[in-house]
C-alpha cells in the first residue's frame, strides 16, 4: 500500500489529511492521484459514492493551483447544492496547514447577488452545480478564461436530474481546458455521449470495482411484507436500531410526507425532504439531520442528491427505486468512510425478481430476514 507522500502529496496537505484521520489511500485514490498530479490529461473514473473521490481530485488541483494568480483555476460540477457545499468544505479543510486556496460555492436556490459579490473575491476554485454556473457566465460574474480543469463530480447524477443539456453548454465553452476530469458511479448512455463529445479519445479510463458498483461494506437485505403490514415491519426494524441513525427512501413525495407524519406521531425524531419543500425548508431539515436532533430523514430519489451525513448505519426502501442505478445512489448513504452498513429493501412478493435483476447487474447478493410474528 501507498502513502500519499508516495503518491506525490506534498507534507503540507498531508498534515491536513491526517487531522483528518485521512492516512492510507483509498483505491480510487491510489489509481487517480499519481495520473493527474503533473500531467495534463482526461480521465472518465467509475466508483461509488463514498470512495474517496473529492481528495482524488482535490488534492491534485490544489498542488496545481497558482496562489500567486487570484483568477479562477479550477471548476467542480455537482449536482447539488449539498455536494457542492460538502466539496468546498474538504478543500479547505485539506489546506488548514498550507497556502491558502480560495474556494467559492456557487447555487441555484440561493440570492444569486451574494454569489456575485462573492466571487469579487480572489477564487481559485469554483464549486458550482450547472444551471446556476449557466446564469452567472450569461451576467459576466465569473470569469472562466484561465481554468485549466473541470471535473464533473457524480457526473450520472447530474444526468439524471436533467443537466445534459448545461454540461454540454459548460463543455463547449471550455473545450480548451487541458484537464477534463470525470467522475461518476454509474456510466449509462447520457454520460457515454458527453465522454464521446467533450473528452479526448486518449482520456485514461479507471474503474475501481468494476464487479462492485455498490459498496462492498454494505449488507443488503429484505422482507416480503404486505403493503398494510409495511409500517409495522419498519418500526420494529427501527426498534431494533435503537439510537442509530439512517435515512429510509420512497418514489413519491405523498409517500414521504405520510411516512414522516406516521413516524412523528410515534415519537420518532423524523421528518422528510422532497421536491416540494422550499430551499430554506430543505435546508433547515438537512441541518436539523446533521447536527442529530433528527434520527431518521425520509427522503425522494431526486431530494436526496448528494447527501453526505457520516454515520449512518442504515438505509430503508420502503419503496424500491425506479432503477438500478438510483439502488446504488441510496444505499451508498451508508457504510461510508470504512464503515458497515445495512440496506434493507421493504417489498412484496412480486418484487422479489427486481431483487434478482440487481443481484446480476450489481454484482450483489440479498439476505432474506424472516419476519418475526
Known sequence: MKSFEELGVSQELIKGLNALNIIEPSDIQLKVIPLLMDNETDI????QTGTGKTAAYG??????????????????????RELGQQVAKQLFKFTKFSHRVFVESVYGG???DVQISNLQRPTHIVVATPGRLIDLVKRKAVDLRKVKTIVLDEADEMLSMGFKKELDEILSFLHTVK?????????????KDIINKHLSKEAHRI?????NVVNNKITHKYIICDEKDKFYILQQFLKSEQKNRGVIFCRTKATAQKLAKQLIAKNIAADAIHGDLLQKERDKVMRAFKNESLQILVATDLAARGIDVEGLTYVVHYQLPESDEYYTHRSGRTARAGKQGVSLCLIDAKEVKVLRNYERTLSIGFTQIRESK
Open 110 to 112: 440561493e440570492n444569486i
Open 59 to 80: 488534492l491534485p488541483i490544489l498542488e496545481q493551483v497558482d496562489t500567486n494568480d487570484a483568477s479562477v483555476q479550477a471548476l467542480i460540477l455537482c449536482p447539488t
Open 207 to 211: 474503474v475501481v470495482n468494476p464487479k
Open 44 to 47: 472518465v473514473a467509475q466508483a
Open 179 to 191: 484537464n477534463k476530469w470525470l467522475f461518476s458511479a454509474t456510466i449509462p448512455d447520457g454520460i
